[in-house]
């Protein structure tokens, strides 16, 4: 039985205010923005119509008992089983990012790098040992849509013999249909321009952290010479031969104020008119071992609250940058809401990781631990399927402190790797602070109509 059969069902017995209904005040606004991801449904309410809402009792409106926030707890929970099984399905036939780091060298000595204390690996840039990564690929996945990403360290590194490697690796993918994204940090991003125009490019991603001194500061090479321009130069180029650039900017508080800088920057380079520019915000956040500096880092709601209060002055950062606020940006594009998210953590399922050591990691959090290999594909192939069990089992059905909370289908128990280093075990959560970021972005992507509503 599927989600859409059961949504047919239902008993005359008592109702009840759905455990999955999401109720939050919308900033700087009296109304309230409710949402319910099960079923599908959003809605913009006045304090009258909320006020029953938040006494907890079942409003006199039976619109709300037709759309599913208030509901008969036996039919909910069959309705959940249901999309929980759709999902399933789906991530079945979900198409797959496959990461290949071919040497965890870097020329980079950014300020806060979670590699830094990963043990030396020697990479084995043999034609055999690509060979079998090709072959490993090819077999294990076959039938599913999929597609390679290039990561480090950093991949596109000087010389010769790197830009050799890079090259095979790109015609190897090609001769295979598979499309090929790149991780890098942009310093050799033009020197590599020829390579790039005979590869079948999905995207670039470049990090920039703010305006040159700001950048220069926290992302300089290991003799902590400069790399802005460079950088700007290789996005420039990538832009020209029509590659998509995802450009990162990782922030915490020593930078945050630099997005009204580096959004300025992107509409004079022309960056933000061009078709195939996207931009992304990354949280810089302690992963496997304490930042240098701790007390520079965001906890997650208030960095939000922080881009909230810098969109509403500077609107032009939206032009650059429109933040997710959870689900109430693809709410507000599309005019809908997402599917629920039983499951934040794609590792082990839709996203693998590789070494050119031959090793098998579940995830880019992941990749490159010792203590974290999965198994090999060369020079034999072995995969240890009670630690790839760990992960595919993980989310929100397994994860106990994810059962009564009413943000789970926002949140999917999020990221498998910080819940295990935090709690020191998979069955953890990764908590988000969803009616916070509900309420934020309601306010910033909903005002005119909370206004007028």
Known sequence: MNAAQVRGR????????????????????????????????????????????????????PEFQERGYWVDPAEEEAFFRARYLDFLDAREKEEIQ????????????????FQD?????????????????FDYVVETFAGRPKYLTLFGGEPLLPGAAHRAYIE?????????????????????LAEYRDILRKGNIREIQVTLDGTEAVHDSRRHLKGKGP????????????????????????????????????????????????????????????????????SDL??????????????????EILEFHRPAFSVVKFLKQEGKLPDPLFDACPGAKSEWAFDSMGRIFACTATVGKRDEILGTYHPFVNLDQTLVSQWVSRDITSIRECGACASRLACGGGCASVAKNRHGKFLAPD??????????GAGLYFREEAAHG
């Open 10 to 61: 239902g008993t005359r017995m008592e109702r009840h205010w759905s455990k999955h209904n999401l109720l939050s005040k919308i900033e700087d606004s009296d109304r309230f923005l409710l949402v319910n991801l099960l079923r599908g449904e959003a809605d913009l309410l006045t304090p009258e119509k909320a006020a029953p809402l938040l006494a907890g009792t079942a409003p006199e409106d």
């Open 98 to 113: 496959i990461f290949f780091v071919p040497w965890y060298a870097c020329n980079f000595s950014c300020s806060y790098c």
């Open 117 to 133: 204390e990963y043990d030396p690996a020697t990479p084995d840039l043999s034609a055999a040992r690509m060979d079998a990564f």
């Open 168 to 188: 095979r690796f790109l015609e190897q993918a090609e001769r295979r249909g598979l499309p090929v994204a790149i991780v890098t940090n942009g310093f050799h």
């Open 227 to 294: 790399t802005f321009s460079a950088i700007v130069q290789g996005i420039d180029s990538a832009l020209a031969d029509d590659h998509p650039i995802n450009l990162r900017m990782v922030v915490d508080k020593t930078n945050l104020g630099e997005l009204v800088g580096l959004a300025r920057l992107a509409k004079e380079r022309g960056w933000t008119g061009h078709p195939r520019f996207k931009t992304q915000l990354g949280r810089n956040y302690e992963l496997h071992h304490c930042q240098a500096a701790p």
């Open 298 to 315: 965001f906890e997650r709601a208030a960095l939000y609250e922080a881009i909230y209060r810098m969109a509403r002055e500077h609107p």
């Open 431 to 440: 908590c988000r602070p969803v009616p916070r970021l509900l309420s934020l």
